[in-house]
């Protein structure tokens, strides 16, 4: 039931996004379905303005800003970043910035899900 509300509070949130712009909306809706399938236990919320994505703990989550969409990593700071993307020096968040949705598959988003989403398992 938990989820179900959520579920529908997630998709409130993408449209109200989507008021506001179509870019903003077709990144955080990859950006979540990237999530969801980084591993089969994959939950969202909203929480903190943006869309919060957990396993046994959260791992990230996806947030829009007026020119870009981040995608805050958790304990980015811990992940392996081969593809130099992660931009941050905080203890233990890092994120990557999204503009277009051609960012989400140069930047190896996908990538950075999985490793998160396995360090939260």
């Keep these: 039931m938990r989820y179900e509300k959520q579920a529908g509070a997630v998709d409130r949130l ?3 996004v989507r008021l506001v712009s179509e870019t903003n909306f077709r990144l955080l ?8 399938a980084a ?8 929480k903190y303005g943006g869309v919060l994505f957990s396993r046994a703990r959260p791992f990230g989550g996806v947030f829009a800003y007026a020119g ?13 970043d081969p593809h130099g993307v992660l931009e941050g020096s ?12 051609d960012d989400v598959e140069a930047r190896q988003v ?9 360090l939260a398992g």
Excluded: F, N, W
């Excluded at 809706?29 to 969801?36: D, G």
């Excluded at 591993?39 to 909203?46: K, S």
């Excluded at 870009?68 to 392996?80: C, I, M, N, P, Y």
């Excluded at 905080?90 to 949705?101: C, E």
């Design 14 to 16: 993408l449209q109200d």
């Design 29 to 36: 809706c990859r950006v979540r379905e990237l999530a969801l």
């Design 39 to 46: 591993a089969p236990d994959v939950h969202d919320e909203v």
């Design 68 to 80: 870009h969409v981040t995608l805050e990593l958790s304990q980015g700071a811990s992940l392996d």
């Design 90 to 101: 905080g203890k233990q968040r890092r994120h990557i910035k999204l503009r277009t949705p």
């Design 110 to 118: 996908a990538h950075y899900l999985r490793s998160a989403a396995a």
